[in-house]
Structures are given as structure tokens and as C-alpha cells.
């Protein structure tokens, strides 16, 4: 916890730095051919380009700890609104593929590592095999292929808010999701049979086995929730993750989310924005780590003392 | 080196290993015999060739200029495979000297080395390697240079925590009793029996290096356009999808075929030593 606050000052310092290592004069990026002396100096001026690198960098910080993350090179836009506006969709599509991970992984687990060594372990390793070495966006690509264009179920692209029409916004969301989600199932499954299969040999399942209880009631009320800790270590991780992920996905699927903001910023060289909104996705990285850490206390009493 | 394995690996780890160890092997051959053991030129551009689908002479089709896909697939490989050895091969050899440092010396020095590493770590690999690609530009070294500055903490990380496993075994009180120095200590005594970690790790940092050097190019911030790519080559074959799906189908199999072989490697490694972590990760 209480090195959050240091390492999110690490993470700025190492962001403006690496954005003041950008070859070329941003104001010449900007103006392009109608560079002018005069405008080249008048943007530098707007922009505080020409004051020392640490009062650039204090004004930044002050500024963003109040909310305040400066305006865009290109359409003088506030980046913090920007940001806003996207946010939105790149956590609804982070959760929605967080929920399909454990939704697939966690049971895809059980069923393996329930009958260690058995058909049905061999085939979920198998797959989990597989399912950790497909691209994510070779997978959104096929998915688009054979699902919307090939039988023409689900929209290949595209963003409908949900205030808007809650349907539309889950049935453009479903590919994005599930094309973000299967590969990190496909991790989770995996981690789910070794958790499982650790417990599984433990003394108070032999006793529960002992008691009469079934198999099933054994696993689900037994098992799970002792191997509960790793897999929601590794859920944790992977909607981390899923945010960088989200950067293809939003891509390919054509939604207006956070990713697909930093990209286009990327290509068209808007530095303001991002430095912005790599910070801003760096700290919600940290923070979902940081919600998975306290997370430990309330799957397991055992982790409060710490 | 197979003998090697054989004596380390117990047989019923071997399969995998071996396994995973044969495709990346064949997969690097054919990399590196590409002009011979391909038809066709990876760039010759054939109009009338364009778009032809798969045949027994060109199992994987013909693109939209009419190159031959196989050969593009197969030099492509060289890229993936030399972003994977090249990154892989500079964040050990940063990696491995600042974990072993961190991990001997504890204390301050630890907390100097690993602190700002934390800091690398804090931001999701790809979204770090875009932001250094958008600084430094593009390319194939840059991309392999950028995802060995992602990599290098990972390393330290895993480095540091096998020499602190390592350092307080007897046998290496027994080697600091007749007087090694430190560097030997390290070297000689810390170091290889902390190496099957580190192998482990390295294996699974290849298969990433390949699916993210493969998103970078598809992005456009990776490898730049006549160089082929196995990301390119999705990039273009999306806007024809539909006329040629062996355009976006091939180079997908292709990367997968590869980071399948690196995390097979890995994972049989992995399941020899650490039964108990084996399928998860």
C-alpha cells in the first residue's frame, strides 16, 4: 500500500523523461509545414517547452494531482476529458473479459484437475496449452472471420454506449471480450488444475473424503476456496493485463476506448496525450494489483494478520 | 546438448521438452535456410500472381501483390526468432548481473537496484514497449531493445529470488569458509545452481517476445513494412479478409506455431522443477 504512492512518482518521472527523449522539436512536429519562426516560438511558449525539464515536470505533476492533464498538441483538446470519455469503454471491455476468464478458466481448471491424469485433464492441458500461445489478435481476427463475417452473428466492430441500447453495447462487446478473455482463460485454467491439484492431497479433503462427503461437494466447498488465493492472484494480473491488451482488441474491434486513443497518439506523434494516458493506464494497472493484494484478506483470514 | 537433457531431464518430462525443443529447432533451421528450402522470393512482387489461393506448389497462397506467402511465413521467422534471441539475450545480460548484485548484497543495494526496476514493472509490458517504440522509432533492433528494457526487471526480479534461495545453502558457507571471494562465490557457486530458473523464465520471455514483437509490427510500431513480419503480414492481410483468408489465417498459425514450441519448452522444464507450480503460471 505504501508503495503506491512512490512507485506511481517513479512511473511520471520515467514517463515525462522518456517523452523528453523524443528526437525533433515537438512544436516543428506539430506545425508541420506551416512552421513559422514565430509560430514555433509561440507554441513552444504555450506549451512551456523552452522552461527547465524539473519545473516542466512540477508544473505536470501539480497539474495532474489536481485533475488538470494539460490540452493536446493537435486539436487543443483537454486531454483529462479525453480520457474520460474513454475510459468507459475500455473498462467496460476489461471487465466484461475478466468475467469471461473466470467464467471459462476457473471451471476449464476444476474440470482437470478434479481427475488428475485423466481424459478430460490431458484435453484441458492440451488446450490450456494452446489457448497461452494464440496471438490475441490473430484469435479477434478469426473471430471476425468465421463469427461476423463468415455466419454473420455478431457486429465486427463498433460501439453502441450502454445508456444507449444495453443489447447493442453487450452484442458489440461479445467478440472484443471473448477475443481478449480466451487466452487468459486459457492461463487461468491451467494456474486453477495446479491450485487444485495442491489442495486436492491435503489433510482436510482426505477427512471430508473420509466423512462420506461427495466428490463434487468436496471440490466446491472444500477445494475452491482454499486454492481461491492463487487463481485470484493471477485473475488480478491478468485484468492488468487485459488493459494493455485492450490496446490491440480496441483496435481491431474499432471501439473508441483508452487504448485505441493511446495508439492513434502513438502514430500521429501527440506527445501530451501519451504521456497522459500511458500514466493513467500505468496507474490503474497498479491499482487493480493493489485491489487484488486486499483482495487476500477477504478470500483468506489467515492473510489479515500481515 | 541432448545428451545433456538427457541426463537432467527425468523421462517423463523429457516429451514435452523435447518436443518444444524440436519445433523452435526446426522452425530456426528453416529460418535460416530460408531463400533454399522455400520457392519463391519473400519480396518479388507478381501481379497476375496476386491473391491466388493455396496450391500443392504454394501451400499457403499467394498476398495481395502476389508474393508467395510460404516464403514470406518462413523469413519471417527470422525476425520473430531474432527479436525473440535478441531481447531475450540482452535483458540476461543485464538482468542477471543486477539480480545476482541485489539478491548477494541485500540491504541499500538491493533497494537501489530493485526499486526503479519495480517502477519498469508497474506498466503492462506491451503498453511500455509501444511507448518506448513511439520515443526511439521503429525497427527490428529497436524492438528487440525495447522489450529487453521490459524484460530486464523480470529477470532481476527472478534472479535475485533463486540467488536468495541459493545463498544460504551450506555448500556455499562451505565454499566462503575456504575463503572464495565474492565474484567466485557468485559465479561459480550461486549462479548455476540458480541457472534452472532463469532457463525456465528465459523460454517463456522467447514465446512473449514473439506475440509482442508480432503486435508491435501489427499495431504499426514495430518492424517497418518491406521487412517481413509475421505482424505485418496480418496487418495487410486484413483488408482482405474475406478474398484471401489465407492472407490472415498462415501467419497467425505461424506465430502460434512458435510460441507454442517456447512455452512447451518452458513448461516441460518447468513441470521437472517444480512439480507442485507445473501448470500454472
Not at chain 1, 466428490?215 to 482454499?226: G, Q, T
Request: charge should be positive.
Amino acid at each position: 500500500m505504501a508503495l503506491a504512492v512512490p512507485l506511481l512518482l517513479g512511473m511520471s518521472v520515467l514517463i515525462f523523461g522518456l517523452m523528453r527523449l523524443v528526437p525533433g522539436d515537438p512544436a516543428v512536429a506539430v506545425l508541420g509545414y506551416k512552421a513559422t519562426p514565430e509560430g514555433i516560438a509561440a507554441l513552444r511558449e504555450a506549451f512551456h517547452l523552452d522552461d527547465p525539464i524539473p519545473e516542466q515536470y512540477l508544473r505536470w505533476l501539480g497539474a495532474a494531482a489536481r485533475g488538470d492533464l494539460g490540452h493536446d498538441f493537435r486539436q487543443n483538446e483537454p486531454i483529462g476529458r479525453m480520457i474520460l470519455d474513454r475510459l468507459p469503454v475500455t473498462l467496460e471491455l476489461t471487465g466484461l473479459a475478466a468475467l469471461c476468464t473466470a467464467l471459462i478458466g476457473v471451471p476449464l481448471g476444476l474440470l482437470a484437475g478434479g481427475r488428475r491424469g485423466g481424459g478430460t485433464d490431458r484435453a484441458a492441458l492440451a488446450v490450456g496449452l494452446i489457448g497461452v500461445s494464440i496471438p490475441d489478435f490473430w484469435l479477434g481476427i478469426m473471430l471476425i472471420l468465421g463469427l461476423s463475417l463468415g455466419a454473420g452473428l455478431l457486429p465486427s466492430g463498433g460501439w453502441v454506449p450502454f445508456a444507449e441500447s444495453p443489447v447493442e453495447n453487450l452484442v458489440h462487446l461479445t467478440l472484443p471480450a471473448l477475443t481478449l478473455a480466451l487466452s487468459r482463460a486459457a492461463v487461468l485454467g491451467r494456474l486453477t488444475r495446479a491450485a487444485v491439484l495442491d489442495t486436492m492431497h491435503r489433510g482436510f479433503v482426505q477427512y471430508a473424503r473420509a466423512k462420506g462427503l461427495g466428490e463434487r461437494a468436496i471440490l466446491f466447498r472444500h477445494v475452491l476456496p482454499n486454492a481461491a488465493i492463487p487463481i485470484v492472484t493471477v485473475l488480478g494480473l491478468q485484468v492488468g493485463y487485459m488493459l494493455g491488451g485492450a490496446i490491440v482488441v480496441e483496435m481491431i474491434f474499432t471501439l473508441p476506448g483508452l487504448g485505441r486513443m493511446t495508439l492513434d497518439a502513438v502514430l500521429e506523434r501527440n506527445y501530451p496525450v501519451v504521456q497522459s494516458a500511458v500514466l493513467v493506464i500505468g496507474a490503474m494497472f497498479m491499482l487493480v494489483n493493489l485491489v487484488t493484494d486486499v483482495l487476500y484478506g477477504a478470500i483468506d483470514p489467515r492473510m489479515r494478520r500481515r | 546438448m541432448w545428451r545433456a537433457l538427457r541426463r537432467t531431464i527425468p523421462a517423463r518430462h523429457r516429451g514435452v521438452t523435447l518436443a518444444g525443443l524440436l519445433v523452435v529447432g526446426a522452425l530456426a533451421l528453416a529460418a535460416a535456410l530460408a531463400s533454399t528450402v522455400v520457392p519463391g522470393s519473400p519480396t518479388e512482387i507478381a501481379r497476375d500472381l496476386a491473391l491466388r489461393p493455396p496450391s500443392w506448389a504454394q501451400p499457403f497462397g499467394m498476398d495481395d501483390l502476389g508474393r508467395s506467402m510460404l516464403s514470406r511465413v518462413v523469413h519471417a521467422y527470422r525476425v520473430s526468432l531474432g527479436v525473440a534471441l535478441g531481447s531475450v539475450g540482452l535483458a540476461l545480460l543485464t538482468g542477471v548481473p543486477l539480480g545476482l548484485v541485489a539478491g548477494y548484497a541485500e540491504g541499500v543495494l538491493d533497494q537501489l537496484i530493485m526499486r526503479p526496476l519495480d517502477v519498469l514493472m508497474s506498466f503492462p509490458a506491451i503498453l511500455l514497449a509501444i511507448a518506448l517504440m513511439s520515443v526511439f522509432g521503429t525497427g527490428v533492433v529497436l524492438v528487440a531493445v525495447s522489450l529487453a528494457v521490459v524484460y530486464t526487471p523480470i529477470v532481476a526480479r527472478v534472479v535475485r529470488a533463486a540467488v536468495l534461495a541459493v545463498k544460504v545453502e551450506v555448500y556455499v558457507d562451505g565454499a566462503r569458509a575456504l575463503g572464495a571471494a565474492v565474484p567466485r562465490l557468485v559465479l561459480r557457486h550461486i549462479l548455476p545452481n540458480a541457472a534452472t530458473p532463469i532457463l525456465v523464465q528465459a523460454s517463456v520471455l522467447m514465446a512473449i517476445a514473439i506475440l509482442v514483437e508480432a503486435s508491435l509490427s501489427f499495431l504499426g510500431v514495430g518492424v517497418r513494412p518491406p521487412t517481413p513480419s509475421l505482424g505485418l503480414m496480418l496487418a495487410d492481410g486484413r483488408g482482405f479478409m474475406l478474398q484471401a483468408p489465407w492472407m490472415v489465417i498462415f501467419p497467425g498459425l505461424a506465430i502460434m506455431a512458435a510460441v507454442l514450441g517456447f512455452n512447451m519448452v518452458a513448461d516441460g522444464l518447468r513441470d521437472w522443477l517444480d512439480p507442485h507450480q507445473a501448470a500454472g503460471r
